[in-house]
């Protein structure tokens, strides 16, 4: 093998993203053409240096940190298939289950709302309240661990990749989109969580790489920023988003089950065929303060329409938290408001809706 066919890698110690295992891993499957040497580096920051000084080909980045460090001299040249982006509840119990007035610690202030609108009668803290919490999520990890085996709380939420790393095997549940179980609780994951990214200069010959690139996860990865660059920045970790590829049958029969005859009718054609082969999915949600109220927007469309298809999706959701936040006005007409009066009296009286809450918005605070 020559040294047109040798490449270099940076990539810094695992710190609970899942980078430096998911990369690691894709090394291994890489084929014996190509050799990729990775590099290690004590941090992102001087694999940044090093990458940019001409000192190797490529360094391995989450897209969370590209999304905050992004800069026209590189290219993600390498999107590697998608870890699965759920969240894992570290407890004795599932989230049904876990005891009335229990702690739970969420990581991020829209995982600690997605928690109290499954279970109001829990309470969830987010670990940056904590005293003494450390700010390293592997030595956080352990840290609540230790907390939780001493019954101080009663479990705490933590992206799957980052339990994979942690040198003890708790009993874990996961915290996903619960498609095959649409009877328990829904949480869409935060963000940009799953991806590995492989950056690399402008001339970089990353066609060479086609045996581990995965084309799907490039496109979902584009969507998922795209989105986001359009969130204000007070949103963004208050936000649940997500664009998968998925098989058309797959759904297909999510849609039967459900009973969507309209969105079953939009995939087979008059002839009983159905149109194409995959489709791209996409959910974006946000959650108030206490998790009773929530904004959530999903679409299904064709591969090719994935640009458009995301910036109607975008467009309907924000369109939607609009509506939820404004404060409603007092109807003028006799006969209208005295209808609506009415209307509104008898969901007080049936327990449907709070005395409190009328002529507030929807969303009532962010």
């Not at 939009?266 to 974006?284: A, E, L, N």
């Amino acid at each position: 093998m020559n040294e047109e066919d040798r490449f270099e890698i940076l990539i810094s110690p695992e710190n609970g993203n899942g980078v430096y295992t998911h990369t690691m891993k894709a090394i291994d499957n890489l084929g014996d053409d190509l050799t990729l040497v990775p590099k290690e580096v004590p941090h992102v920051e001087s694999a940044l240096e090093l990458l940019l000084d001409g000192h190797a080909d490529m360094m391995a980045v989450s897209a969370n940190w590209w999304f905050a460090n992004r800069r026209p001299d590189l290219k993600p040249a390498v999107v590697l298939p998608r870890r699965e982006p759920t969240m894992v509840l570290v407890s004795e119990d599932k989230p049904e289950y876990v005891p009335s007035k229990g702690i739970i610690v969420a990581q991020s202030e829209l995982l600690k709302r997605q928690f109290i609108r499954a279970r109001p009668d829990v309470k969830v803290v987010l670990a940056s309240e904590l005293e003494n919490a450390p700010e390293h999520a592997l030595e956080r990890a352990n840290w609540l661990e230790d907390k939780r085996l001493d019954n101080e709380i009663d479990g705490y939420i933590i992206p799957r990749s980052l339990h994979a790393t942690l040198p003890f095997r708790a009993r874990r549940h996961t915290l996903g989109l619960q498609r095959e179980n649409p009877e328990r609780f829904r949480f869409v994951p935060p963000p940009l969580e799953g991806f590995t990214i492989f950056l690399a200069r402008l001339d970089f010959p990353a066609a060479r790489f086609f045996n581990i690139i995965d084309a799907g996860a490039a496109i979902t990865l584009r969507l998922e920023l795209m989105l986001l660059d359009h969130i204000p920045d007070d949103l963004r970790n208050k936000v649940g988003l997500i664009f998968e590829q998925r098989k058309v049958g797959a759904v297909l029969r999510e849609a039967t089950r459900a009973g969507d005859e309209l969105f079953a009718k939009g995939i087979v054609s008059d002839k009983g065929k159905i149109k194409g082969s995959s489709r791209i999915d996409g959910i974006i949600e946000f959650l108030n303060s206490d998790g009773s109220t929530t904004a959530c927007v999903e679409k299904v469309f064709p591969l090719e329409e994935a640009h458009s298809g995301s910036q109607s999706l975008l467009t309907e959701f924000n369109a939607l938290l609009t509506v939820m936040c404004e404060v409603p006005e007092e109807e003028e007409r006799v006969r209208i408001k005295q209808m609506i009066d009415d209307y509104t009296e008898d969901l007080i009286q049936s327990g449907r809706l709070s005395e409190n809450r009328i002529g507030t918005s929807m969303m009532r605070d962010y």
